[in-house]
């Protein structure tokens, strides 16, 4: 009997694991592949909702868990993270022994994936790679795609992008992008579930708030926030407030968004499951923030959105975005231009797109030749 492919998917953030989560069950499903899935991240942190325990609720089992973060980090304590992840899956390596190394998009943890799986010489399959966006994510998705031997992209631009950096075209496989994929969007919490989060009437319009801190800017995160709450609060629609990802300045985020919890008609959360975030994106009549989820998921709702600053700069967006700055007049105004043409739905120029994405992945999970040309990149700019 032939042993099965070891795939290792590193997990950090509830996002992440949400959008992977149907193409976990297909891995797992395969006969010819074993899942390895290492918990790491805000899952870990009672603060942000423990969201480990959500994934052993969903039926996967944990291979390993590495704790690295505190929720209360700061400038050196984010770099020491850095180091104390890479030690960490190293050991997790050495024991685990995976096949392959999978990896989404453009976190830290991923990064310290990344640098522990070099002496291993895995293989890295990376997801998400030439997509642009602000600040820091894309120093670690660009680094992500030098150390990743195949890339498995969202669009054709990104895949382009790949190919602009230099990597070998025949590395690069456009597979579209799980995040709207039909077997996730068919999971969604009704609209009386997500009004009865929201604690509004069948007929009330709600808008739902997701703002997370941005690295370079963490000095100016508390401002951000308390500017964006403002504006929600002076334009008077009931809002759901969801607590932002683990990342430098979501203390002084936090601190802000815990102030609204005895406010009128604010709904302050920690953590939703992917199936009340999808139904809240799906009926709330606006998504206010700088999430990926309002540039990619929201967009296929036709769910208006309002993205602030600069943490989505350069990236690919459809026509229901509108952007803005960081000032409370600006969002209020953008908030109010949206309400008074009545929260219209809009479909068109969504670049982001289902294109049987898990399969591809999983075929090229079970098929990729793990051999001396693999391993061996050279660029070809």
């Known amino acids: 009997m032939s042993m099965k492919r070891k795939i290792c998917v590193i997990t ?40 480990v325990h959500q994934i052993r609720k969903d039926g996967f089992g944990v291979a390993a868990e590495l704790k690295m973060f505190s929720g209360k980090e700061n400038h050196r304590q984010m770099s020491e993270a850095l180091g104390k992840a890479v030690v960490g899956f190293a050991g997790i390596f050495e024991r685990l022994k995976p096949d392959i190394l999978l990896l989404e998009a453009d976190r830290m943890e991923m990064l310290a994936a990344a640098l522990a799986s070099l002496s291993f010489s895995l293989p890295i399959v990376h997801l998400s790679g030439g997509d642009l966006s602000g600040g820091l994510d894309d120093a670690f998705r660009h680094a992500l795609t030098r150390f990743s031997h195949f890339h498995l992209p969202n669009t054709a631009a990104s895949a382009q992008r790949l190919k602009a950096m230099g990597e070998e075209p025949w590395r690069i496989k456009n597979v579209g992008t799980l995040a709207v994929s039909k077997d996730l969007l ?11 989060l929201a604690k509004v009437a069948s007929t009330e319009k709600f808008i739902v708030v997701l703002q997370h801190p941005v690295a370079v800017e963490a000095a100016h995160a508390a401002t951000h926030m308390r500017q964006t709450l403002q504006a929600v609060a002076a334009c008077g629609v009931p809002a759901v407030i969801i607590y932002p990802n683990c990342d430098l300045g979501c203390e002084a985020m936090i601190k802000e968004i815990e102030k609204c919890r005895s406010a009128p008609r ?24 700088n999430s990926s ?17 600069s943490r989505q700069n350069g990236r690919e967006q459809a026509d229901c975005v509108v952007n803005t700055g960081y000032a409370r007049r600006e969002i209020l105004r953008a908030m109010k231009r949206i309400q008074r043409a009545g929260y219209k739905r809009i479909f068109s120029g969504n670049p982001y797109k289902d294109m049987n994405t898990e399969k591809k992945i999983v075929r090229v999970l079970e098929t990729l030749k793990l051999d001396e040309k693999l391993m061996n990149k050279r660029l070809v700019f």
Do not use: C, W
């Not at 709904?267 to 009340?276: A, D, F, W, Y």
């Open 12 to 51: 950090g953030t509830r996002a992440e694991y949400g959008v992977m989560k149907p193409l976990l069950r297909l891995i797992g499903a395969r006969k010819g592949l074993m899942l390895q899935l290492v918990v790491t991240g805000m899952h870990l942190l009672d603060d942000f909702g423990s969201t």
């Open 266 to 289: 604010m709904t302050v959360v920690k953590n939703v499951e992917r199936t009340i975030y999808l139904g809240l994106l799906k009926h709330a009549s606006l998504l206010l923030g």
């Open 186 to 196: 068919r999971d969604i919490a009704s609209a009386d579930e997500v009004r009865r």
């Open 293 to 309: 989820s309002g540039i990619v998921e929201a967009p296929f709702f036709g769910t208006p959105v309002i993205n602030i600053g």
